[in-house]
């Protein structure tokens, strides 16, 4: 099926996709309508332009490629799927992320990985390709977040207080110089050969999408935060 979006309003463009029995979905001209592929599952959406907010919220199981930027929170509370951005998204990337993955090839805005969280094969990845705003992984309770700092001239490829709140998962920033300011519950090591293999499989992917070297990448150094085993967030939870 293809959609000529500029003929409907956010609601009408929901409904015709979500009610489609067609797998394979392109949608052109799009201009800032929201909640494209929200809950759809066994789909794939094909997007040209720039979605609005909560792009793939509740996603099931889809995949949603973007062929411009996205706006605030895609992702937003996804089960599963895919979100491949070919250009820069806003803020609240993930938000209460429970499984799937969304690639971001440019940057990302403020808190990317909020309440992110996991649940035994339910398992959340992010890979932005640029630089990140403030409070990377703020109350991050699972999952994974990749931030690969790609084009960034800063030597920390991410913005203040990140991990605030963080007891699980990890955060791995590929730059030349950790974090700054972390928070007590947050440790930062440099990533050992090892530790790397944790994300390689996501940063591969994340190359094969838009083209990157993943042999480069991987070469490079990076740190790898954790939750603080004895941190008092991480009291506060009953399932430790």
Sequence with gaps: MVINAEEYDYYELNRIITGSDDTDIDVSGVMGQRYIGCGASNKSITVHGIPGNALGAYLDGSTITVYGNAQDAIGDTMNGGEIIVHGNCGDTTGYAMRSGKIYVKGNAGYRVGIHMKEYKELYPKIIIGGSVGDFLGEYQAGGIIVVLGIGCEASVPVGSFCGTGMHGGYIFIRGDEPPRGLPVQV?????TDEDKKIIKEYVEEFC????????????SRFFKLTPNTASPYKQLYTNN
Excluded: I, N, P, Q
């Excluded at 440790?187 to 990533?191: G, K, S």
């Excluded at 094969?208 to 070469?219: I, P, R, S, V, W």
């Design 208 to 219: 094969t999408h838009f083209g990157y070297d993943a042999k480069e990448l991987l070469a």
């Design 187 to 191: 440790c930062c090591e440099t990533a």
